[in-house]
């Protein structure tokens, strides 16, 4: 009798949790419809924007892949010979208005939990626009004064430090006009309503993209630093999407070596919906030629 009893109560265990998997995939599926019903926003993406995985063209990586977005933010620091490139590529740093920073709500400087507090967010995405542009510009700024730099002394060990220094800046220059990411985060707040009022305002060219998103942040590490001149800074953690998935008959024409990721080529159509998640939409592989949509 207790076998029984017991057979019956898993069997019943056993289509409760068929039932929770397929509510939770209805729910899934559901939401990705919505989000699909209707295309708010595209962005034109390539490689310099979209991050191959790191173990992607070994053998051990199957036919799909994921790519990263790679984005940054304005450098604010001054152009000097010492100044710190790494940072200046890979900056998570944005200054925001008086208004737009106190739309967070951060609490008070005196509360120890401050700097662990995060933020829901809506930050302004700026594709190869006026942002990139300044950038480029500061890097041919920082490239003509290393250029105009002379050794510090008549010594083949200065002349080597020097040399040194200017095939840095070439090759910083270079990056920044063919490999870096074009895509800048420019603006945040918590209500959209006051970025689409800023995205109104901003000047726009022909081959430039402006985009509403959410993301998350948080104070910067110097706001009750008063010495630091930093009180409406924020670091800009994660977008809510970081990452997008991409479909196998789409990954599939990379070149399957151990150095692909370093040879591939490629636009990726990227689309946003209703619930401004993105999805990649179309793909065209530089590296073989191929176009997919």
Same mark, same amino acid.
Request: with cysteine; proline share 3%.
């Given at each position: 009798?207790?076998?029984?009893? @017991?057979?019956?109560?898993?069997?019943?265990?056993?289509?409760?949790?068929?039932?929770?998997?397929?509510?939770? @995939?209805?729910?899934?599926?559901?939401?990705?419809?919505? @989000?699909?019903?209707?295309?708010?926003?595209?962005?034109? =993406?390539?490689?310099?924007?979209?991050?191959?995985?790191?173990?992607?063209?070994?053998?051990?990586?199957?036919?799909?892949?994921?790519?990263?977005?790679?984005?940054?933010?304005? @450098?604010?620091?001054?152009?000097?010979?010492?100044?710190?490139?790494?940072?200046?590529?890979?900056?998570?740093?944005?200054?925001?208005? /008086?208004?737009?920073?106190?739309?967070?709500?951060?609490? /008070?400087?005196?509360?120890?939990?401050?700097?662990?507090?995060?933020?829901?967010?809506?930050?302004?995405?700026?594709?190869?626009?006026?942002?990139?542009?300044?950038?480029?510009?500061?890097?041919?700024?920082?490239?003509?004064?290393?250029?105009?730099?002379?050794?510090?002394?008549? &010594?083949?060990?200065?002349?080597?430090? =020097?040399?040194?220094?200017?095939?840095?800046?070439?090759?910083?220059?270079?990056?920044?006009?063919?490999?870096?990411?074009?895509?800048?985060?420019? /603006?945040?707040?918590?209500?959209?309503?006051?970025?689409? &009022?800023?995205?109104?305002?901003?000047? &726009?060219?022909?081959?430039?993209?402006?985009?509403?998103?959410?993301?998350?942040?948080?104070?910067?590490?110097?706001?009750?630093?008063?010495?630091?001149?930093?009180? &409406?800074?924020?670091?800009?953690?994660?977008?809510?999407?970081?990452?997008?998935?991409?479909?196998?008959?789409?990954?599939?024409?990379?070149?399957?070596?151990?150095?692909?990721?370093?040879?591939?080529?490629?636009?990726?159509?990227?689309?946003?919906?209703?619930?401004?998640?993105?999805?990649?939409?179309?793909?065209?592989?530089?590296?073989?030629?191929?176009?997919?949509?």
């Amino acid at each position: 009798m207790n076998t029984r009893i @017991n057979n019956i109560a898993a069997k019943k265990l056993l289509w409760l949790a068929i039932g929770l998997v397929l509510l939770v @995939n209805a729910f899934i599926l559901g939401k990705v419809y919505v @989000n699909r019903s209707e295309v708010i926003a595209q962005l034109q =993406l390539s490689e310099r924007e979209l991050q191959l995985p790191n173990n992607y063209g070994f053998t051990k990586e199957d036919s799909s892949a994921r790519v990263s977005l790679r984005w940054t933010t304005s @450098n604010t620091e001054p152009i000097d010979i010492n100044m710190n490139q790494w940072r200046w590529q890979y900056d998570r740093r944005l200054p925001l208005n /008086d208004a737009h920073f106190l739309s967070f709500q951060f609490p /008070d400087c005196a509360q120890k939990t401050r700097l662990q507090q995060k933020r829901s967010a809506w930050v302004l995405l700026e594709l190869n626009g006026q942002s990139y542009a300044e950038d480029v510009a500061q890097v041919e700024q920082y490239h003509a004064l290393i250029m105009g730099l002379t050794p510090a002394q008549n &010594t083949e060990w200065s002349e080597k430090e =020097l040399s040194e220094k200017r095939k840095k800046a070439d090759d910083f220059l270079t990056a920044a006009k063919t490999e870096n990411s074009r895509l800048f985060v420019i /603006d945040a707040a918590a209500e959209r309503g006051l970025l689409e &009022t800023a995205q109104r305002k901003r000047q &726009t060219t022909a081959n430039s993209q402006l985009l509403i998103v959410p993301a998350e942040l948080r104070a910067g590490h110097y706001r009750c630093d008063n010495n630091e001149k930093r009180t &409406t800074e924020v670091l800009i953690d994660n977008l809510a999407v970081g990452s997008l998935y991409i479909p196998k008959h789409f990954a599939q024409n990379f070149p399957q070596n151990s150095d692909a990721k370093l040879k591939a080529k490629f636009t990726a159509e990227i689309s946003y919906g209703r619930l401004f998640e993105p999805w990649v939409s179309g793909f065209i592989s530089t590296t073989e030629k191929k176009q997919l949509f």
